[in-house]
C-alpha cells in the first residue's frame, strides 16, 4: 500500500518548499523535502542578525522539528545537482531520487550583473552564514579603526556603503545607522562612531521603488534623519577592497554590503527550460513550466506574470502562497478531485522599517509611516515567526534595544580560523 | 596630570581579567584591557550552546560594552605575543605596550597530554567557536546517520563518546543523552536518536572527583539513567576517525568530545619563570611570580597554593575572587594606602548537572541532589549572567526546553564554507 503512493520531492525548505509540505500534511503521497541547510530561515529579519540585532536561531528554525509531527515526509539535509524530467528523477550526491512529482522551491541568490569580481568586496544577505560574516565586517571595522593611526585609513573603515535601496537595503542602512549612533556611541576611546559615515547608493531614481512614491520620500528623509546619505540615480562603476566610485568619485570605504539584486538559483537549467534575464522560470497559472505536466516551481526561482502583465514580486507571501497552491493542486491530482483554479496572488502589501522609530506600509488603500507604523511593522513580524519561543525571545531583544539603545548579539566569532589564515 | 597615571595592562577579559579592571573603576590609574576576542564569554554555560540549548549571544557580552562607563580603561581587541618584564612592556601585534603594573588572565586551553593529535578527532571546548563547531560536529552525525546505509557506520555515527568526567564532561554528556533521547526523538525517519549511545570516559576512579564520593554517587546513577554509560577508571589509549580504544576494545564512534584535561596559557614563558606541569605559574600570597613585583597572575593561568596546602582549582570563582583582589591591591598602591592581607578564597562550594532534572550542589556543610538542586542550580547560574537582558532569555530558552522537550538552537552553519573545502 505504501509503496504505490506517489512521490512528492520538495527542493528547498524555504517559504515555498516549506508551505507546499504543509499543504499536503493530509494526502495520500510520500514527501522527500530537500535543503542544504538544516533549519528553515525566517529572511524577512536576517539584516537583524546582520547588525547583532538578533541571534541565529531566533530566527530559523530545524526544518525536522517543524515537520517531525507530519508522517508522510521525510527530510534530508543535502544539496541538489539537477534534475532529470525524462526519467522523473533529481541527482543528490551519488544518489537519484525518483518522483511522481517536482517541486522546484530553490529561491534566489544574490547577482552582480556580470560583474561577480565585486562578491568578495561586497556581499550579499540571503542566509545565516552571510549574516554573521557581515555582522563580523562591520563589527571588526570599528575595532580596527579604533587602532588605526592614519586618519585617511580610519575613514575608510568608518564608511559604510549598502548598494541597493529595497527594503533590505534601506533596512541595513537604517541598522547600521542605530548600531554606530546609538548601540557604539560611548564604547571606544580612540574614535566617535557617531561620525560613521552610511551611504546608501541607488541606481534607480528613488528609494524603495515597490512603494508609492510618497512613502518612498518619506523613506529617504527617515534615512537622512538618522544619518544615512542617500545617493539615488548612480550606479556604483567600481567595487575593490578601496571602496566604490560612484557618479565618478571615488568612495574609499572598508565595508560595502550588496542589496542590490538577485538571480533565480539553476532550476532552469536543470529543467532545459529558457529563462528571463533573472534566471527565473517562466510559469503558467498552475505554476507549471510549459510543457512540463509533473513540474511546479514556485518561490523566487519562478517568474509567474499577474493580471495586471507584471511579474509577481520575490517576497516571502508570494512564495508561501504558491507553495500552498501546489500542494493542493497536487493533493487534488492524487485523490482525483477536480483541481483547484488557477494561482491568484493575494496581495497583502509592503512593509520596510527603518531605525528605531520608523516604518512605511502600504497595504493597498491603508497607507502608514511614522511611529504607529513601526510598531505594527514589528508586531506583524513577531506574529510570523515560527513559535512561541521565538516570538517571546524577538520580543524581549527588540524591546532591550529599544529602551537601552543596545544591539544584544554583538558577537565578533570565527576570529581564531581566521587569523590562521584558513579564510 | 592624567598622563602620568600609572599603566595597567590586563591581558585577558574572563572572569579574572574582568573583574580586576572592575575593581579597579575609581582607582587613578589607566586600564588597557586587551583580549582575542571582543566578548566575555559566561564559561559556566558554554557546554549548553555546544549541545543546541542556547545561542552564542546569550552567554557572550561585548566586552566595550560591558566598561563602556568606566573611563579610566581601554579595551583592545587583539592577540598578546609576549611580554618583556625587564624594559615592561607587553608585544601586541607589532606594538610594545608600556605597563607599570601587568595583570595577567590568559586563562587555560584544553591539553592532551603529550597527544596532540588527537585535537582534530577530539576537539575541546573553551571559546563560543569550539562550542558551534562542536554543536555542528553532533547534529550533522544525526543527518549522516540518517542516510547512511551501512549498519556499521550508522552504529559509529550514532555513538558520542566525552573524554573526562569533571563537572564539563557530565554536563555534556547528561545533555547530548537529553538531546538525542528527548528533543531529537521524534525528528528522524530512517534512525532512531532514542538509540544512540553516549560514553562518558574517565581516567579516574570516578566521575566528579572534585566533589564527594555519595555526590559523585548519584551523579554516576542519574547518568545511567538518563542513558549515559559511564567508563570510569580506564583512559582512552587511542583516538582517531575512527573512534577510541578504551580498556583494549575499540569504541568505533564519529563523534569525540575532549573534556579531560586543561593546561595554563603562555604567560609562564612570557615571564621566564618555571611553571608546574600543567603550565601554571606559581604566585605567593598577593598573587605574584616569584621576583616580579609589578606583575599579577590570576585564575586558571595562576598556581595558588591554599592554607591545605592544595593548588586551587581553575573554575570561574577563584579567578573572579583573585581579580578582585590584585584590583585592590594595585588601587591601594597607587593611592599609597596600606596593602589588603594576603589572597583568600572564599569558596561557596561547587555545583553540576547532569540532564533535566538531577543536579549536585556540594556547599560544604549543604549538600543537595535530585530535582531541588536542579532548580537551585538554575536560579544560580542565572543569577550571575551578566545582564537583564540574557537572563530573561536564557530562562525563556530552559523554560521552554524543559516544557516542550525542545532545543533551540539546533542549526548547523558554516556549512557551505566547510563544503567548498575551505577548512
Given at each position: ?6 512521490r ?28 542544504r ?48 524530467v ?10 537519484a ?22 562578491e ?77 559615515r ?41 567595487c ?27 532550476a ?20 507549471r ?36 497552491h ?98
Open positions: 500500500m505504501k509503496e504505490s503512493e506517489p512528492v520531492v520538495i527542493v528547498g525548505a524555504g517559504f515555498g518548499g516549506l508551505s507546499c509540505a504543509q499543504a499536503l500534511a493530509r494526502a495520500p503521497v510520500e514527501i522527500t523535502l530537500i535543503d541547510q538544516n533549519h528553515h530561515l525566517f529572511q524577512p529579519l536576517l539584516y537583524q542578525v546582520a547588525t547583532a540585532g538578533l541571534s541565529p536561531a531566533d530566527i530559523a528554525w530545524p526544518v525536522r522539528r517543524m515537520l517531525r509531527r507530519q508522517k508522510n515526509v521525510e527530510v534530508l539535509l543535502g544539496e541538489v545537482s539537477g534534475a532529470d525524462h526519467a522523473r528523477t533529481v541527482r543528490l550526491g551519488e544518489k531520487l525518483a518522483y511522481d512529482f517536482l517541486v522546484l522551491a530553490t529561491g534566489a541568490t544574490h547577482a552582480y550583473f556580470g560583474k561577480d569580481e565585486w568578495p568586496y561586497a556581499p550579499g544577505l540571503k542566509q545565516l552564514d552571510d549574516a554573521t560574516d557581515i555582522r563580523q565586517r562591520i563589527l571588526m571595522a570599528f575595532e580596527r579603526a579604533e587602532i588605526a593611526t592614519d586618519p585617511d585609513e580610519r575613514e575608510a573603515l568608518l564608511t559604510f556603503v549598502v548598494v541597493g535601496a529595497g527594503p533590505t537595503g534601506v533596512e541595513l542602512a537604517g541598522a547600521i545607522a542605530e548600531l554606530a549612533k546609538r548601540a557604539l556611541a560611548s564604547d571606544f576611546r580612540h574614535i566617535d562612531p557617531t561620525q560613521a552610511i551611504v546608501l547608493v541607488e541606481a534607480g531614481p528613488r528609494v524603495l521603488t515597490a512603494f508609492p512614491e510618497k512613502l518612498s520620500a518619506y523613506s529617504e528623509r527617515a534615512l537622512e534623519r538618522l544619518g544615512v546619505e542617500v545617493r539615488t540615480g548612480h550606479p556604483i562603476t567600481s575593490s577592497s578601496h571602496g566604490v566610485t560612484l557618479d565618478k568619485k571615488e568612495v574609499p570605504a572598508r565595508t560595502i554590503i550588496w542589496a542590490a539584486g538577485v538571480a533565480a538559483s539553476r532552469a537549467e536543470w529543467l532545459g527550460v529558457e529563462s528571463d534575464r533573472a534566471g527565473r522560470v517562466p510559469v503558467d497559472a498552475e505554476l513550466p510549459t510543457g512540463l505536466e509533473d513540474v511546479f516551481v514556485v518561490g523566487d526561482t519562478a517568474l509567474f506574470i499577474d493580471e495586471s502583465g507584471a511579474p509577481l514580486p520575490g517576497v516571502a507571501p508570494v512564495a508561501k502562497q504558491q507553495g500552498v501546489v500542494g493542493r493542486l497536487i493533493r487534488a491530482a492524487v485523490e482525483g478531485r477536480g483541481l483547484p483554479g488557477p494561482f491568484r496572488y493575494r496581495n497583502w502589501g509592503n512593509m520596510a522599517t527603518i531605525g528605531r522609530r520608523a516604518a512605511v506600509i502600504d497595504w493597498g488603500t491603508f497607507r502608514l509611516r511614522g511611529r504607529l507604523a513601526w510598531w505594527l511593522w514589528g508586531f506583524v513580524h513577531i506574529y510570523f515567526l515560527i513559535n512561541l519561543r521565538s516570538r517571546l525571545i524577538v520580543a524581549i531583544q527588540w524591546l532591550w534595544s529599544y529602551l537601552m539603545f543596545d544591539s544584544g548579539a554583538r558577537l565578533i566569532t570565527g576570529l581564531e580560523r581566521r587569523n590562521r589564515g584558513v579564510e
